[in-house]
């Protein structure tokens, strides 16, 4: 395990987002009951839980991907810093939101365009077409996604190309070109295998000095290894939350304790 | 546990699975070999009586009483003239409503309704096409028996069938691109235009080109209208000489097609005029085949660099 640095005191630490009595119906079925967790500023938080337990769900409230399908319906509210909005307000267009929080999928999901044309694209829905403004923010995010060095040659290759690995990491730096202030990963290494998953977890730790990130995983030491924060989540109800270690090897629940030794889940 | 199979009971069946395999296999052959028998007879059939009146006159002279005097000019120009109109129409038209239906409707009983309707209208017979297009093209917007009025016909019967290729195309789109687009920031109309438009192009255009290779042969609406089939005349040139150099007036013409040529042509008595019927439906035949040349070689650079 990586050695992680002292623990600030918590009341010290900045609140990035904050979800409030949080509960999300899929149309008569509701799915998370009054979750209330903070998201700390450039801390990785990790949301565990056995199958169904609403844990991408609830990452998926904060970029309001269930707008897009009909039937779905948010009580509560998720605070936002630093100006202090609610993610979930009927007054904040979910394009906002989805500009300034970036999600990475489960599975790599490329465009079928370029390698350049899929980091650019955040850029380009942005208003961005001068190519040397493209150029260097591309070859960023692609240096911050340690994938330059693969890539720099093939720019304009088919992002298809690449290994799952690569594609996965192509997505990262599509999410990091935009400049978000907050990055949702959702199970993002479940498709990878272990070598590639270690590349990611290494970037999770290079990313959170820049960056907020949330991140729901199904894999126990993942949690442990990339965290600070660690949600525990079982049927939309959330049992127990605290830093990492806290959780890990001294669970205030016996559930918790249960999951994580691999008892129940 | 279930006892094994001794092994030379287990041969057996295989042996004998086997032979169905292959009589599947005879069967299948079989039938292919007969639809091709069918087109191949039919197509060398016609290359047998219309192949001595394939010289260059044949495509540039007008219809005429006598049959070695005639050609085919009028109808093939025609014919061009209302694909284009035809393809003008129905493309944008049909590629909108197939875009509204799968991206922005609202999944209801109404869009339920509207899409079984879609489904029926491709099977509705083109003669009833023909009767719509009299009443309401011809007689109510009194745009006569013209290139426009054919042009527009044959866009309502291929309408559907454009629009349910747009729809197919769009949604083997798989979701996850579509979140990725979403997530990134994307609007409704980015997502369209970027993403939904160009991914499923290869499918549209198979649709397109479907849809007129049955409306370059339809017969039917074209006669309903009122289409003659003894033109000696072309339509304005879309380009002029003067200012302002293009030219609608075309839309407005009187027209001729190639299946109406054809009809005209199998009608008379006289063996000259059958061969000169077999003559142009050969060429009907490769107008057809040119466009579907041209739509799988699209679609072939289109979807190389496609994939998910």
Same mark, same amino acid.
């Given at each position: 395990m990586v050695a992680k640095p002292p623990r600030p005191d918590i009341s010290t630490l900045a609140k990035k987002a904050e979800a409030r009595e949080l509960s999300f119906h899929y149309g008569t079925k509701q799915a998370l009951k009054r979750i209330s967790v903070p998201v700390y500023d450039r801390r990785v938080t990790a949301l565990i839980g056995p199958s169904g337990c609403g844990k991408s769900t609830f990452l998926r409230c904060f970029n309001r991907m269930h707008d897009?399908?009909?039937?779905?319906?948010?009580? /509560?509210?998720?605070?936002?810093?630093?100006?202090?909005?609610?993610? =979930? /307000?009927?007054?904040?267009?979910?394009?906002?939101?989805?500009?300034? =929080?970036?999600?990475?999928?489960?599975?790599?999901?490329?465009f079928p365009k370029s390698i350049f044309e899929n980091v650019a694209y955040g850029l380009r829905i942005r208003g961005e077409n001068r190519r040397s403004a493209l150029i260097d923010a591309v070859e960023e995010a692609l240096v911050a996604a340690a994938l330059w060095n693969e890539v720099k040659d093939r720019l304009d290759e088919m992002a298809m190309n690449l290994s799952g690995g690569q594609q996965q990491r192509l997505c990262i730096a599509r999410a990091l070109a935009s400049q978000p202030e907050m990055l949702l990963f959702d199970e993002p290494t479940s498709a990878l295998d272990p070598i590639a998953t270690a590349s990611i977890e290494e970037l999770i730790h290079q990313l959170k000095d820049k960056v907020t990130i949330l991140i729901v995983t199904h894999n126990m030491q993942q949690a442990a290894r990339v965290s600070d924060f660690t949600a525990y989540m079982y049927l939309g109800d959330l049992i127990e939350y605290g830093w990492t270690d806290d959780v890990f090897f001294r669970p205030k629940h016996k559930q918790t304790e249960d999951y994580i030794t691999g008892r129940f889940g | 546990?279930?006892?094994?199979?001794?092994?030379?009971?287990?041969?057996?069946?295989?042996?004998?699975?086997?032979?169905?395999?292959?009589?599947?296999?005879?069967l299948g052959v079989a039938a292919l070999c007969l639809a091709f028998a069918t087109f191949i007879t039919l197509f060398l059939d016609m290359l047998i009586d219309g192949w001595s009146r394939l010289r260059p006159e044949f495509f540039t002279q007008f219809a005429s009483r006598k049959a070695e005097q005639?050609?085919?000019l009028a109808a093939w120009v025609g014919t061009l003239a209302v694909m284009v109109v035809t393809a003008l129409v129905a493309v944008p038209l049909g590629v909108a409503a197939g875009i509204y239906l799968e991206e922005y409707a609202a999944r209801n009983k109404l869009t339920a309704i509207i899409e079984i309707n879609i489904n029926n209208l491709a099977g509705v017979p083109s003669i009833v096409y023909?009767?719509?297009?009299?009443?309401?093209?011809?007689?109510?917007?009194?745009?006569?028996?013209?290139?426009?009025?054919?042009?527009?016909?044959?866009?309502?019967?291929?309408?559907?069938?454009?629009?349910?290729?747009?729809?197919?195309?769009?949604?083997?789109?798989?979701?996850?691109?579509?979140?990725?687009a979403y997530a990134l920031g994307a609007t409704r109309w980015q997502l369209v235009r970027h993403h939904v438009l160009p991914y499923s192009m290869p499918g549209i255009l198979t649709g397109v080109i479907i849809g007129l290779s049955r409306a370059i042969g339809e017969t039917a609406p074209i006669i309903t209208i009122g289409a003659v089939s003894f033109i000696a005349f072309l339509p304005p040139a879309p380009v002029q000489p003067e200012f302002p150099w293009l030219s609608f007036e075309w839309l407005?013409?009187?027209?001729?097609?190639?299946?109406?040529q054809i009809f005209g042509w199998t009608s008379r008595p006289e063996a000259a005029f059958q061969a000169n019927a077999s003559a142009a439906?050969?060429?009907?035949?490769?107008?057809?085949?040119?466009?579907?040349?041209?739509?799988?070689?699209?679609?072939?650079?289109?979807?190389?660099?496609?994939?998910?």
């Open positions: 897009l399908y009909p039937g779905n319906r948010y009580e /509560g509210e998720i605070r936002f810093q630093p100006d202090d909005i609610d993610l =979930l /307000g009927a007054d904040i267009d979910p394009i906002e939101v989805r500009m300034r =929080l970036a999600m990475v999928f489960q599975k790599p999901n490329p | 546990m279930a006892v094994a199979m001794p092994a030379a009971q287990m041969r057996a069946l295989i042996a004998r699975q086997r032979r169905k395999d292959l009589l599947f296999v005879l005639a050609g085919i023909g009767l719509l297009a009299l009443g309401m093209f011809v007689h109510t917007f009194g745009l006569g028996a013209s290139i426009r009025t054919a042009g527009l016909t044959l866009a309502l019967l291929i309408l559907p069938i454009v629009i349910v290729a747009t729809r197919e195309a769009i949604r083997a789109i798989p979701g996850s691109i579509r979140e990725a407005a013409s009187p027209f001729t097609a190639m299946p109406i439906a050969l060429v009907l035949v490769a107008m057809t085949l040119v466009m579907n040349a041209i739509a799988i070689w699209l679609r072939y650079r289109l979807r190389r660099n496609l994939s998910w």
